[in-house]
Nanobody
Framework: VQLQASGGGLVQAGGSLRLSCVAS????????MAWFRQAPGKDREFVAT???????YYADSVKGRFTISRDNAKNTVYLQMNSPKPEDTAVYYCAARQYFNVAYARSSVWDYWGQGTQVTVSS
C-alpha cells in the first residue's frame, strides 16, 4: 500500500484545514487508516483512526475538534481540523494496516506510512 498525504499549510488558530491521504494498492479499501503527527523534538503522536466499516477513535487532545473520515470509493482518508491550536503544529502522517489492532495509538503497529504534510497553526 502506498500513501500520499496532502493539504497541509499555514492556518490561523480557530480556522480550519482539511488533510487528505490517498491510498493505492490492491486491498487498500479494506485497510484500517490513521493519522499521526510529530512536532519538532517530540515523538510521533496518535491523532485518529478509522476502520474500514467506519469505527473511529480519537486522541483526547483532538476530540471534538478534528474529524476523521474516509471515502472508500476514492481510497481516501481525510482529517478535518477545526479550531486548531498552535500546539497542533506538526508534520501530519497518514498510516495504514490491514487489520485493526487495539494498540492503534502506538506508531510501531502501523505497517505503511505516507510522506507527511506540514501543518502550522499561527496564534
Amino acid at each position: 500500500v502506498q500513501l500520499q498525504a496532502s493539504g497541509g499549510g499555514l492556518v490561523q488558530a480557530g480556522g480550519s484545514l482539511r488533510l487528505s491521504c490517498v491510498a493505492s494498492g490492491r486491498t487498500s479499501r479494506s485497510y484500517v487508516m490513521a493519522w499521526f503527527r510529530q512536532a519538532p523534538g517530540k515523538d510521533r503522536e496518535f491523532v485518529a483512526t478509522i476502520r474500514s466499516a467506519g469505527s473511529i477513535y480519537y486522541a483526547d487532545s483532538v476530540k471534538g475538534r478534528f474529524t476523521i473520515s474516509r471515502d472508500n470509493a476514492k481510497n481516501t482518508v481525510y482529517l478535518q481540523m477545526n479550531s486548531p491550536k498552535p500546539e497542533d503544529t506538526a508534520v501530519y502522517y497518514c498510516a495504514a494496516r490491514q487489520y485493526f489492532n487495539v494498540a492503534y495509538a502506538r506508531s510501531s503497529v502501523w505497517d505503511y506510512w505516507g510522506q507527511g504534510t506540514q501543518v502550522t497553526v499561527s496564534s
